[in-house]
Structure formats: C-alpha cells, structure tokens
C-alpha cells in the first residue's frame, strides 16, 4: 500500500550509535502498526521493533534497551535510534506494517566492524 524507502546505514564501530529512517510516499498516519526488520547474513529475517499509532512500542530482547523506535507521523517517517551497537546487530535493516505487510524495499545495510 505505501511505498517505504530504508536509509541511514553504514559502517560503524563496535559500541557506535546510526540513526535509520524509513520514508514513507504517504501519509502513516492512519497505519496502526509499523516495524523495523533485519536480516542478517545466513539468518532469516526478524522482526526487531514496532510501533503503534500512539507511540507505543516493542522491542525483541536482542535489542531491548539499546534500540528506540519512533515515528514522526507530520513527516511521514518511521525512525530506529540504535545505540551500543554490537557486530551481531550487522544486518540489512527493513522497515514494514507488521499488520498488513507489503513489498519489501532494499533495505539499508549496517556493519558493526571495528
């Protein structure tokens, strides 16, 4: 339904912080739910964080405490603060409506390699 395009990955050290964002061609206001994915090398892909409409949010133990999820619904765009960030969280990152999943986009990759 909406079109979400991934941005913000890169390479970064061990204990470093990225700031992803998803932007969406619509207006999320009306979408209930939305979700960071990653997949990483030889693993399927996860579920990491979501969000509700009122900002409500969860996180999978992995990232639990490390990782804040948000989103800016006058701007249109999901966001995923990742903080401390380990070598295991290197993945290729994927945002998506948990409720109703559409086409996945590229993604955007993120190394944790010092």
């Known amino acids: 339904q909406v079109q979400l395009v991934e941005s913000g990955g890169g390479l970064v050290q061990p204990g470093g912080s990225l700031r992803l964002s998803c932007a969406a061609s619509g207006s999320i206001s009306s979408i209930y739910v939305m979700g960071w994915y990653r997949q990483a090398p030889g693993k399927q892909r996860e579920l990491v964080a979501v969000?509700?409409?009122?900002?409500?949010?969860n996180y999978a133990d992995s990232v639990k405490g490390r990782f804040t999820i948000s989103r800016d619904n006058a701007e249109n765009t999901l966001y995923l603060q990742m903080n401390s960030l380990k070598p295991e969280d290197t993945a290729v990152y994927y945002c998506n409506t948990p409720g109703q999943l559409g086409s996945w986009g590229k993604g955007t990759l993120v190394t944790v390699s010092s």
């Open positions: 969000i509700t409409r009122g900002a409500g949010s």
